[in-house]
Structures are given as C-alpha cells and as structure tokens.
T-cell receptor, first 111, second 114 residues
C-alpha cells in the first residue's frame, strides 16, 4: 500500500542547535502537511505544501516539498525547549481524501 | 468559533465489548475524519464522513463503523473489541472534503481494552 516513511525516529539536540526531519513516499503525493504533537496532546496543523519544489517558512521553521513530490523536509533553526514534541508529515496520494501519516520524529531539546 | 471536541476523554473496556466515541466538528465544517493512533506511532486513517456519507475508508475491518449527523457531529463505533484496539482515537474536522482542506484535530479519546 501507499506508505510515508519518516526519519529519524528520535533526535536529541542541545538548545540552539538545528534540527531536520525527512519524509519520503513510495509514490507521488498530491500534497503534504506537517503537524506537531506535544507529549499527551493531539496533532496540531503547521503547514501544507502543494507545489513541486515549494518552500515555505514560519519563523525558525523551513518546510520543503521535493521536485518529484515524493519527499519533504522540516528544518528548525536554533531549537528552543518549546520545540519539543513529535513532528509528523502526512501526505495524500492521487488527490484522495486519505491522509497517510509518517511515523513521526520525536524531538527532545536539552536546555 | 469552537474547536473540535471529543468524548469521552478516557475509556476502559474489556475484550469483546462494544464502544461508541463521539466527535463534534468545528463550526462551519462538514467533514469529519477518524484516526487511530497507537502508542509511539503516527495516526492511521480509519474513515471519513462528508455530508453524512462515508467518503473513504482505510485498512480497518468492518467492526469499525461510523455515523455523521445532520449537524456534522460524528460517532465511531467499534464492535467486538480486541486488545490491539487500545489506542488514542482522534477525530479531525475540515471545511470540506477537498484534498487541500486542512484538518483540525480534537483532543482524542484514549481507549484501553483489557
């Protein structure tokens, strides 16, 4: 079936260091969304990318969608303790309604 | 504008029992999707309801069923509970069923099956 893989599974960083999580799909995605889930919380929508090669920024967060629309990345510059949580990518195939989530990258930040 | 709400917050059931989980969508949203999130994993799509009709289903057996009401609130029913059904059940509402529509998640219902 259609899968979305995400790496790494865990990442420990020192506060102030950068962080990147990568998302890969076996097939072309119609769009990709990124969510953040704090411990004990629920996924909160961060951003959506639709166009091939698209890059969007939100303050210290940079999101990219690959040219082939099969991969995506989230980069956080100068992490803060408030960035702690699990970051999920989620994509749709064939403009369908089923959102397929990656396994998530759990970010831990040491102050 | 009220957000997505779910009830109950926590639930404990025994194997073989049936359970009903409820979701109230965000104001103005006509589409509700349900997800199962096992511990340490990403949410898995169960199904979506758009204007009271099922509008897509993931790889879940028929004992997972749902309803959407005229006010767009929704229920998830699970029959013949199994131990592996223990998970966080999330509903997400969106303004429509287009693939670009953003989903807004509720806080979830934590189901434990003993």
């Amino acid at each position: 079936g259609q899968q979305v893989m995400q790496i790494p599974q865990y990442q420990h960083v020192q506060e102030g260091e950068d962080f990147t999580t990568y998302c890969n799909s076996s097939t072309t995605l119609s769009n990709i969304q990124w969510y953040k889930q704090r411990p004990g919380g629920h996924p909160v929508f961060l951003i959506q990318l639709v166009k091939s090669g698209e890059v969007k920024k939100q303050k210290r967060l940079t999101f990219q969608f690959g040219e082939a629309k099969k991969n995506s990345s989230l980069h956080i510059t100068a992490t803060q303790t408030t960035d702690v949580g699990t970051y999920f990518c989620a994509g749709r195939h064939n403009a369908g309604n089923m959102l397929t989530f990656g396994g998530g990258t759990r970010l831990m930040v040491k102050p | 504008e009220t957000g997505v709400t779910q009830s109950p917050t926590h639930l404990i059931k025994t194997r073989g029992q049936q359970v009903t989980l409820r979701c109230s969508s965000q104001s103005g949203h006509n589409t509700v999707s349900w997800y199962q999130q096992a511990l340490g994993q990403g949410p898995q799509f169960i199904f979506q309801y758009y204007r009271e009709e099922e509008n897509g289903r993931g790889n879940f057996p028929p004992r997972f069923s749902g309803l959407q009401f005229p006010n767009y609130s929704s229920e998830l029913n699970v029959n013949a509970l199994e131990l592996d059904d223990s998970a966080l059940y999330l509903c997400a509402s969106s303004p429509g069923a287009r693939y670009t529509d953003t989903q807004y998640f509720g806080p979830g219902t934590r189901l434990t099956v003993l």
